[in-house]
Nanobody, 127 residues
Framework: VQLQASGGGVVQAGDSLRLSCAVS????????IGWFRQAPGRDRKDGDF???????????DYTDSVTGRFTVSRDNAKNTVYLTMNNLKIEDTAAYYC??????????????????WGPGTQVTVSS
């Protein structure tokens, strides 16, 4: 399984961005995908959970600081998961990573429970 996040950029506070996570592999439709972020200077394995979507029933979960502003969704036909980020804040500045659990595993907020990771995409929010 390979993942590739894209869609990051430099925006102003209050703007919106949509990140995409393209996932290779035939098991995508049975894979839970999570989004994590890490501030500059921190290691990826110390990244914070942002949002996730399961393969079954497309259950979603969000960390409190993004609830109501971010939306995670998936398109199984395109093997892609999206993270739509509205009303971005300066504190949302980070490298964003998408990660996949092993097939048929459910939601988790723990980054050590995600097996597959892709390169991150940088989101910078300025005032």
């Amino acid at each position: 399984v390979q993942l590739q996040a894209s869609g990051g950029g430099v925006v102003q506070a209050g703007d919106s961005l949509r990140l995409s996570c393209a996932v290779s592999g035939r098991a995508f439709s049975t894979t839970t995908i999570g989004w994590f972020r890490q501030a500059p200077g921190r290691d990826r394995k110390d990244g914070d959970f942002v949002a996730g979507i399961t393969w079954k029933n497309e259950y979603t979960d969000y960390t409190d600081s993004v609830t109501g502003r971010f939306t995670v969704s998936r398109d199984n036909a395109k093997n892609t998961v999206y993270l739509t980020m509205n009303n971005l804040k300066i504190e949302d500045t980070a490298a964003y990573y998408c990660a996949a659990r092993k097939p048929r595993y459910g939601m988790s907020r723990r980054n050590d429970e995600y097996t597959y990771w892709g390169p991150g995409t940088q989101v910078t929010v300025s005032s």
